[in-house]
């Protein structure tokens, strides 16, 4: 088990729902952030995978899709309100989401760990560590799912692995 992001185990199935939702909707239901990405909400009911399912019964989650703009570098960072998210890259053609065990990001001498997304991958991150995103292709689109109650890293990984996921 990684310190960074953990994989699990079942496919994400619902992709071609989440996409075709976001190809119906009109551009205004993107969202621009102040982080330099837009985001749009999407309705739960078009995620009926198990392990959401799962998830979502001990830990409720929120789903939005994440645009990142072409050739953009969202800079190192820990999330200040999210202790831990769920993401599923959906549409990729370059880019690479990096962490470091750098205390913070002045740091100069820090290794680092890509996390390499694999198609219909579902990963956990531990977004209380240093991390970065580098796009360097076309529009990235992300998937990522939020927990209401905010629990730790730990705690959903361990719950998803003793659920198996």
């Known amino acids: 088990m990684h310190s960074f992001f953990y994989k699990l185990n079942q496919p994400f199935t619902s992709a071609p729902r989440v996409l ?69 890259l959906l549409i990729n ?16 001498k820090c290794n680092l760990t890509e996390l390499v997304y694999e198609k219909d991958g579902v990963y956990l991150l531990n977004t209380q560590q240093q991390h970065a995103v580098m796009n360097l292709g076309s529009d990235r689109i992300l998937l990522g799912m939020s927990f209401a109650t905010n629990p730790t890293y730990a705690d959903v990984m361990s719950y998803c692995a003793a659920l198996g996921l």
């Open 93 to 108: 053609e370059h880019s690479h989401t990096v962490f470091s065990d750098c205390a913070d990001q002045h740091d100069n």
């Open 20 to 88: 075709e939702y976001m190809a119906a909707r009109p551009t205004s239901d993107w969202t621009a952030r102040g982080y330099g990405f837009d985001m749009m909400d999407i309705p739960r009911a078009i995620i009926t995978d198990s392990f959401y399912s799962a998830i979502h019964s001990k830990f409720p989650l929120i789903p939005h899709l994440f645009r990142v703009k072409a050739r953009f570098f969202y800079k190192w960072h820990v999330d200040a309100k999210r202790l831990a998210a769920l993401n599923i």
